[in-house]
Antibody, heavy 121, light 110 residues
Framework: EVQLVESGGGLVQPGRSLRLSCAAS????????MHWVRQTPGKGLEWVSG????????AYADSVKGRFTISRDNAKNSLYLQMNSLRTEDTALYYCVKDIGHLVKYGMDVWGQGTTVIVSS | QSVLTQPPSASGTPGQRVTISCSGS????????VNWYQQLPGTAPKLLIYSDNQRPSGVPDRFSGSKSGTSASLSISGLQSEDEADFYC???????????FGGGTKVTVL
């Protein structure tokens, strides 16, 4: 069974940094692209970033480009999101998501339960 | 304002058929396949339809997807009370080089 467990969320002041982690199990991690998607309370979904190990492709939403960095450690079956220069509008539930295939363009498949990030002074 | 446009709500009685539309552009739906997600209250989204009209294993065949030009739709036939959820469409956008979602449609079973 595919499992994705996020951690690292919390309350942080504007301008500070936070690093999210996602532990993956139940599938061959190297074979799939991975994503981060966020959802603000009572609102819709926003794709944040995606990374394909096989193609080397990395993509970011314009709203986070230059501030967030996605990375993965295949040896640890883990995905990360380094979030710098956080803004109040980054407050959201952040989901780690496995792709349908090995390319970022295939799309989101299995979702974790999410970790909450609150940016507030 | 979402790049993909969905109606905010839809409803039907048990057993009815409900259809949700998703409108985009030539850069997203017009060029790439569409995925649909179901989000039950208090839970993470779940992949419902991928590649316009394919159902992952375990998804009932009451759910079906279609696409024509720059629009896609999700149909739920034989509506059941457990289908009450938010539904989102998504597609890769070749112009923006990002995944774009619709704003979501809340389905209510009357």
């Amino acid at each position: 069974e595919v499992q994705l467990v996020e951690s690292g969320g919390g309350l942080v002041q504007p301008g500070r940094s936070l690093r999210l982690s996602c532990a993956a199990s139940g599938f061959t991690f190297d074979d799939y692209a991975m994503h981060w998607v966020r959802q603000t309370p009572g609102k819709g979904l926003e794709w944040v970033s995606g990374l394909s190990w096989i193609s080397g492709r990395i993509a970011y939403a314009d709203s986070v480009k230059g501030r967030f960095t996605i990375s993965r450690d295949n040896a640890k079956n883990s995905l990360y999101l380094q979030m710098n220069s956080l803004r109040t509008e980054d407050t959201a539930l952040y989901y780690c998501v496995k792709d349908i295939g090995h390319l970022v363009k295939y799309g989101m498949d299995v979702w974790g339960q999410g970790t909450t990030v609150i940016v507030s002074s | 304002q979402s790049v993909l446009t969905q109606p905010p709500s839809a409803s039907g009685t048990p057993g009815q058929r409900v259809t949700i539309s998703c409108s985009g552009s030539r850069f997203n739906i017009g060029t790439n396949t569409v995925n649909w997600y179901q989000q039950l209250p208090g839970t993470a989204p779940k992949l419902l339809i991928y590649s316009d009209n394919q159902r992952p294993s375990g998804v009932p065949d009451r759910f079906s997807g279609s696409k024509s030009g720059t629009s896609a739709s999700l149909s739920i036939s034989g509506l059941q009370s457990e289908d009450e959820a938010d539904f989102y469409c998504a597609a890769w956008d070749d112009s923006l080089n990002v995944w774009v979602f619709g704003g979501g449609t809340k389905v209510t079973v009357l």
